[in-house]
């Protein structure tokens, strides 16, 4: 079945340590994102993607870095520089599509994978 | 003012009420309205996708949108406790990244 895969589930990371999150699609989608979530807060945007090759910051990068090297593929590595990691990660992807009439580009709305949880101890 | 503000809740229920659930926003330029549902420990399923202004209905659910209000709402007919969920509303302009709603969470009780 087409869909988005996050793994682990549960993480666990020591003060210090840099760990990286994985997220697989098999939906052939261009872009993909990290969001951050928070008890009481929306979902925050880490990083997105939206070709192989490039990224670009979202509104909380800081302490965060990516990479996209294949279509399927956006692993998120929370460093240790991230002064508060504990939260609910989730990654999402989406399609862009070209307006025919104005020739620009858009994205759809984005599909979720079931989240990573990650518990700095 | 955050873009998009919407109440916590915790929203009870009996089983079989109507369910309104709104968010209000105040980026004019915002075209694209959303709502996922989002069970406990889960990631977000998309559940409604509205353009423009006026209603929207899915089985048992319904977006309205009112752009000159700057107030989107989402209604669950005959709710049931598998509609017990956190419920994310969310919204983008045309060529911009999505913003979420912080989530209402809603029990619905047998």
């Known amino acids: 079945d087409g869909g988005i895969t996050q793994s682990p589930k549960y993480l666990f990371r020591k003060e210090g340590q840099n760990v990286t999150l994985s997220c697989e699609q098999n939906l052939n989608h261009d872009a993909m994102y990290w969001y951050r979530q928070d008890p009481g807060q929306g979902l925050r945007l880490i990083y997105y993607s939206q070709i192989v090759n490039d990224f670009q910051k979202g509104d909380i990068a800081e302490g965060y870095s990516v990479s996209r090297e294949k279509k399927e593929s956006f692993p998120l590595t929370v460093t240790s520089a991230q002064k508060n990691p504990t939260a609910f990660y989730l990654c999402?992807?989406?399609?862009?599509?070209?307006?025919?009439?104005?020739?620009?580009?858009?994205?759809?709305?984005?599909?979720f994978g079931q989240g990573t949880r990650l518990t700095v101890v | 003012q955050k873009e998009v503000e919407q109440d916590p809740g915790p929203l009870s229920v009996p089983e079989g009420a109507i369910v309104s659930l709104n968010c209000t926003y105040s980026?004019?330029?915002?075209?694209?309205f959303m709502w996922y549902r989002q069970y406990s420990r889960k990631g977000p399923e998309l559940l409604m996708y509205?353009?423009?202004?006026g209603n929207k209905e899915d089985g048992r659910f319904t977006a309205q949108v009112d752009k000159s209000s700057k107030y989107i709402s989402l209604f669950i007919r005959d709710s049931q406790p598998s509609d017990s969920a956190t419920y994310l509303c969310a919204m983008k302009t045309s060529y911009d990244k999505v913003i979420f709603g912080p989530g209402t969470s809603l029990s619905v009780i047998p």
């Open positions: 999402a992807s989406s399609i862009f599509v070209r307006s025919g009439r104005t020739g620009r580009i858009g994205n759809t709305e984005a599909f």
């Open positions: 980026n004019s330029a915002f075209q694209y």
């Open positions: 509205t353009y423009s202004s």
